[in-house]
């Protein structure tokens, strides 16, 4: 089939060459037809009908006119034919008995521009075209470009024989019908096939052979009909009519396959085949064949069929360029500034219709005044009704704002590199025509690496890293690409984070709309990736102090301030979860064994309840002892030494040794942060502890006193004591490497005195 494609594309290539020069020589030597003339009942040869918008229409040659001369000949003979005048160069004819001199319009002149002069050169464009389109395709060999060269080639062909047709040349008659019938099957060929190698069908094939059959009938119509004179109006209808249907569903087709397939990535290529088919279809449908059919002239056929070479230039755009306009982007703005444009539009006219006078002084001052203040207004009371109605605008596909506002709300959740980059790919994926985003760092000396290297399709942006040291500038460069784009996202260190999005096809430009909406992600991105960095740093940095055991004092306060916030967290979940659901357990249960007791019910079951209730009992105290352990609340209440005395009162209890503590010589007006106290009821809590697991004392002495800018917690107990020299082996030795690490956090001073049989004495001094 491509090879049938490819000779047959070259036979009209050529054949469409021959055929050009053959309308050159009409053109050039000024040989002018289009009027139909018949001998009149005294002899006379006058013309009975002027097509509009011909030769003849243009040079002046009008109905009822009575033909003098002919080419200087009175008695033209070869210049009749047919009843058509052809091969004509001048007339003279008598018009209400004044005699006039007629000549054909000249080659270079404004009549002839868009008969023969933009028609040419729009064919020799088209022939170009097609020869990079062929040039293109040698390595894949794609059947849509042959198509599309058919496609440039009828359509050129039809623009240049309508000129051709106009003058009454038979060959452009019939070419122009063909061309015209063809040139939507044709196009609707081309879509099927390049969206077909794309992996998408709009249409069944067979669709594609019933629009075909349309313009072989008209031509097997005209061929038959052509030596008769009767059904040539008729068939100017039905070939009018034929493009009229076939370009109406072409649009229909066109625009049904964009709203079935809108979720597709090839929506946007739909979308902008409809809109170029509207464009270049509706002026010729509306302005000329539906005004034809009601015998109304008021543009010339070949301005707007002109419209209809917006098809090709854009087919070879997408076939040949790597971007396409978005549409949603421009028909949003069309809409917008077309619905803005009716009211000064018809206030314009109607004022220009009342004010015009053609004697008026200062008329164009007049009228420039009024038009620059109507426009004032409009365009005033436009922000009024933008900013009070919240006028939604431009294309609401993607709302921009709502998506940065989501974005920032969830990096600021994010604790890691990883996360912020997974939101930044999210995002942009979820808004824009991608499908793929890498994340990689180009480090100082031009190495590339991937963030991410779990994504299957990595190696896709390695074709684009010539690409990444044009973006090394400033954070929210962007730099597009045929698939896709890049954009800087950060930097850290010399090095450069930067994100590459990519589709399976060419991707539409970006709006404006969409550049700031991705510079200000990117912005969002490299403070976010900033503050990550650095908490990454400090965290690797403090791994490094806690293997080397050189952690700082600020490092454990702040360490201590966390592991305090999770134990009143996890206090209060405690209380207000389990604790609370074990006493409404309990209660039901003292009610359940009330029950029980007034039934007289088996001693067994009251047993176990009885023994239930115990234990539920038991289970509290302990839930509400591990609270108080967990976050003390007498402590956040009453003060320090309070909640020390209740700490000792607590232990006492359970403790085969008898406790003494002295706060008496502590100031209790004393400031001391709430950390601080914390952390020394911390120490004391851990001191008698330990006491109780493994002292086995009898006595033990607890004192928190001050001196003058000093506070000093003494411990001192009677029990086994332990080897000093073995301190880091004992099992103590966990209790008191915690106090450590307190006393540390609070810039003080720990001793320790201990021997076996000796019991044991530490003393803490902490400067205020």
Same mark, same amino acid.
């Given at each position: 089939?491509?090879?049938?494609?490819?000779?047959?594309?070259?036979?009209?290539?050529?054949?469409?060459?021959?055929?050009?020069?053959?309308?050159?020589?009409?053109?050039?030597?000024?040989?002018?037809?289009?009027?139909?003339?018949?001998?009149?009942?005294?002899?006379?040869?006058?013309?009975?009908?002027?097509?509009?918008?011909?030769?003849?229409?243009?040079?002046?040659?009008?109905?009822?006119?009575?033909?003098?001369?002919?080419?200087?000949?009175?008695?033209?003979?070869?210049?009749?034919?047919?009843?058509?005048?052809?091969?004509?160069?001048?007339?003279?004819?008598?018009?209400?008995?004044?005699?006039?001199?007629?000549?054909?319009?000249?080659?270079?002149?404004?009549?002839?521009?868009?008969?023969?002069?933009?028609?040419?050169?729009?064919?020799?464009?088209?022939?170009?075209?097609?020869?990079?389109? #062929?040039?293109?395709?040698?390595?894949?060999?794609?059947?849509?470009?042959?198509?599309?060269?058919?496609?440039?080639?009828?359509?050129?062909?039809?623009?240049?024989?309508?000129?051709?047709?106009?003058?009454?040349?038979?060959?452009?008659?019939?070419?122009?019908?063909?061309?015209?019938?063809?040139?939507?099957?044709?196009?609707?060929?081309?879509?099927?096939?390049?969206?077909?190698?794309?992996?998408?069908?709009?249409?069944?094939?067979?669709?594609?052979?019933?629009?075909?059959?349309?313009?072989?009938?008209?031509?097997?119509?005209?061929?038959?009909?052509?030596?008769?004179?009767?059904?040539?109006?008729?068939?100017?209808?039905?070939?009018?009519?034929?493009?009229?249907?076939?370009?109406?569903?072409?649009?229909?087709?066109?625009?049904?396959?964009?709203?079935?397939?809108?979720?597709?990535?090839?929506? @946007?290529?739909?979308?902008?085949?409809?809109?170029?088919?509207?464009?270049?279809?509706?002026?010729?449908?509306? %302005?000329?064949?539906?005004?034809?059919?009601?015998?109304?002239?008021?543009?010339?056929?070949?301005?707007?069929?002109?419209?209809?070479?917006?098809?090709?230039?854009?087919?070879?755009?997408?076939?040949?360029?790597?971007?396409?306009?978005?549409?949603? %982007?421009?028909?949003?703005?069309?809409?917008?500034?077309?619905?803005?444009?009716?009211?000064?539009?018809?206030?314009?006219?109607?004022?220009?219709? %009342?004010?015009?006078?053609?004697?008026?002084?200062?008329?164009?001052?007049?009228?420039?005044?009024?038009?620059?203040?109507?426009?004032?207004?409009?365009?005033?009371?436009?922000?009024?009704?933008?900013?009070?109605?919240?006028?939604?605008?431009?294309?609401?596909?993607?709302?921009?704002?709502?998506?940065?506002?989501?974005?920032?709300?969830?990096?600021?959740?994010?604790?890691?590199?990883?996360?912020?980059?997974?939101?930044?790919?999210?995002?942009?994926?979820?808004?824009?025509?991608?499908?793929?985003?890498?994340?990689?760092?180009?480090?100082?000396?031009?190495?590339?690496?991937?963030?991410?290297?779990?994504?299957?399709?990595?190696?896709?942006?390695?074709?684009?890293?010539?690409?990444?040291?044009?973006?090394?500038?400033?954070?929210?460069?962007?730099?597009?690409?045929?698939?896709?784009?890049?954009?800087?996202?950060?930097?850290?260190?010399?090095?450069?984070?930067?994100?590459?999005?990519?589709?399976?096809?060419?991707?539409?430009?970006?709006?404006?709309?969409?550049?700031?909406?991705?510079?200000?992600?990117?912005?969002?991105?490299?403070?976010?990736?900033? @503050?990550?960095?650095?908490?990454?740093?400090?965290?690797?940095?403090?791994?490094?102090?806690?293997?080397?055991?050189?952690?700082?004092?600020?490092?454990?306060?702040?360490?201590?301030?966390?592991?305090?916030?999770?134990?009143?967290?996890?206090?209060?979940?405690?209380?207000?979860?389990?604790?609370?659901?074990?006493?409404?357990?309990?209660?039901?249960?003292?009610?359940?064994?009330?029950? %029980?007791?007034?039934?007289?019910?088996?001693?067994?079951?009251? @047993?176990?309840?009885?023994?239930?209730?115990?234990?539920?009992?038991?289970?509290?105290?302990?839930?509400?002892?591990?609270?108080?352990?967990?976050?003390?609340?007498?402590?956040?209440?009453?003060?320090?030494?309070?909640?020390?005395?209740?700490?000792?009162?607590?232990?006492?209890?359970?403790?085969?040794?008898?406790?003494?503590?002295?706060?008496?010589?502590?100031?209790?007006?004393?400031?001391?942060?709430?950390?601080?106290?914390?952390?020394?009821?911390?120490?004391?809590?851990? #001191?008698?502890?330990?006491?109780?697991?493994?002292?086995?004392?009898?006595?033990?002495?607890?004192?928190?006193?001050?001196?003058?800018?000093?506070?000093?917690?003494?411990?001192?107990?009677?029990?086994?004591?332990?080897?000093?020299?073995?301190?880091?082996?004992?099992?103590?030795?966990?209790?008191?490497?915690?106090?450590?690490?307190?006393?540390?956090?609070? @810039?003080?001073?720990?001793?320790?005195?201990?021997?076996?049989?000796?019991?044991?004495?530490?003393?803490?001094?902490?400067?205020?």
């Amino acid at each position: 089939m491509r090879k049938f494609y490819s000779k047959l594309t070259v036979i009209l290539v050529i054949l469409s060459f021959i055929y050009v020069i053959y309308i050159s020589y009409i053109n050039v030597f000024n040989i002018f037809v289009g009027a139909a003339v018949k001998e009149n009942s005294q002899g006379q040869l006058e013309v009975v009908d002027v097509d509009n918008f011909t030769d003849s229409y243009l040079a002046g040659v009008r109905k009822g006119d009575i033909i003098l001369e002919v080419n200087g000949n009175k008695k033209p003979v070869e210049e009749v034919k047919r009843g058509f005048l052809a091969n004509v160069k001048s007339l003279v004819v008598d018009r209400h008995g004044d005699k006039i001199d007629l000549e054909n319009v000249r080659l270079l002149s404004q009549a002839n521009l868009f008969i023969y002069l933009i028609p040419v050169i729009l064919y020799s464009i088209c022939l170009f075209c097609i020869f990079m389109i #062929l040039k293109m395709n040698k390595a894949n060999q794609k059947e849509s470009a042959y198509i599309l060269a058919l496609f440039l080639l009828a359509v050129s062909i039809g623009y240049v024989s309508s000129g051709g047709s106009g003058k009454g040349e038979a060959i452009s008659r019939i070419l122009v019908i063909v061309t015209m019938n063809i040139v939507p099957p044709l196009y609707m060929h081309f879509m099927y096939q390049y969206l077909k190698e794309l992996g998408t069908e709009i249409i069944r094939r067979r669709v594609l052979f019933y629009l075909y059959l349309v313009p072989v009938t008209n031509v097997l119509l005209v061929l038959f009909y052509k030596n008769k004179a009767g059904p040539v109006d008729l068939l100017a209808y039905v070939n009018l009519l034929s493009f009229f249907v076939l370009a109406f569903l072409s649009i229909i087709i066109t625009i049904r396959a964009a709203k079935k397939l809108k979720d597709n990535e090839v929506s @946007n290529v739909l979308r902008a085949f409809a809109l170029i088919l509207i464009s270049a279809f509706s002026p010729f449908m509306l %302005f000329f064949i539906i005004p034809y059919f009601f015998g109304i002239y008021f543009i010339s056929p070949y301005v707007v069929a002109s419209f209809v070479l917006l098809i090709p230039f854009f087919l070879v755009y997408q076939f040949m360029s790597n971007k396409l306009y978005n549409v949603d %982007f421009f028909m949003g703005r069309i809409k917008y500034y077309g619905f803005l444009a009716i009211t000064p539009t018809i206030l314009v006219v109607v004022l220009f219709d %009342f004010i015009q006078k053609p004697n008026a002084n200062f008329y164009t001052v007049k009228f420039t005044i009024i038009t620059y203040i109507l426009m004032l207004t409009v365009f005033y009371f436009k922000e009024i009704i933008d900013f009070r109605f919240r006028l939604k605008r431009f294309s609401e596909k993607h709302n921009y704002q709502d998506s940065v506002f989501k974005f920032t709300q969830l990096i600021r959740e994010a604790s890691s590199l990883h996360q912020v980059l997974y939101h930044l790919k999210y995002t942009i994926l979820e808004v824009l025509v991608v499908n793929k985003a890498f994340v990689l760092e180009v480090k100082a000396d031009g190495q590339i690496v991937e963030i991410d290297e779990s994504i299957e399709e990595s190696q896709l942006w390695k074709e684009y890293v010539d690409q990444f040291q044009d973006i090394l500038g400033e954070v929210g460069k962007i730099i597009g690409l045929d698939k896709g784009f890049m954009m800087k996202i950060g930097e850290r260190g010399g090095h450069s984070f930067v994100i590459c999005c990519l589709s399976n096809l060419r991707t539409p430009k970006l709006t404006r709309d969409e550049i700031s909406w991705l510079k200000t992600l990117a912005f969002y991105t490299s403070v976010s990736l900033e @503050n990550v960095v650095k908490i990454e740093e400090l965290m690797e940095h403090l791994e490094d102090l806690k293997q080397r055991e050189a952690n700082p004092a600020w490092l454990k306060k702040v360490m201590f301030a966390m592991e305090e916030k999770q134990r009143s967290d996890l206090a209060r979940d405690l209380h207000d979860s389990v604790l609370q659901d074990l006493i409404s357990l309990k209660r039901q249960s003292e009610m359940f064994l009330t029950n %029980f007791q007034n039934n007289q019910c088996p001693t067994s079951i009251e @047993n176990s309840l009885i023994s239930w209730n115990e234990q539920m009992s038991k289970v509290i105290q302990t839930t509400r002892e591990t609270c108080h352990e967990l976050r003390p609340q007498l402590l956040y209440d009453l003060g320090l030494v309070k909640a020390i005395s209740k700490l000792t009162s607590q232990i006492q209890e359970e403790a085969p040794f008898h406790i003494r503590l002295n706060t008496t010589r502590f100031d209790k007006e004393l400031d001391i942060d709430i950390d601080s106290q914390l952390n020394i009821y911390r120490i004391v809590q851990e #001191l008698l502890s330990n006491a109780l697991k493994h002292s086995k004392a009898s006595q033990v002495l607890v004192m928190l006193i001050c001196i003058k800018d000093q506070v000093v917690l003494h411990y001192e107990d009677d029990g086994v004591g332990f080897d000093a020299s073995q301190l880091d082996q004992h099992t103590m030795s966990m209790g008191l490497s915690g106090i450590r690490e307190r006393v540390k956090a609070l @810039n003080g001073k720990l001793q320790i005195h201990t021997a076996p049989e000796k019991g044991l004495k530490v003393k803490i001094e902490m400067e205020l």
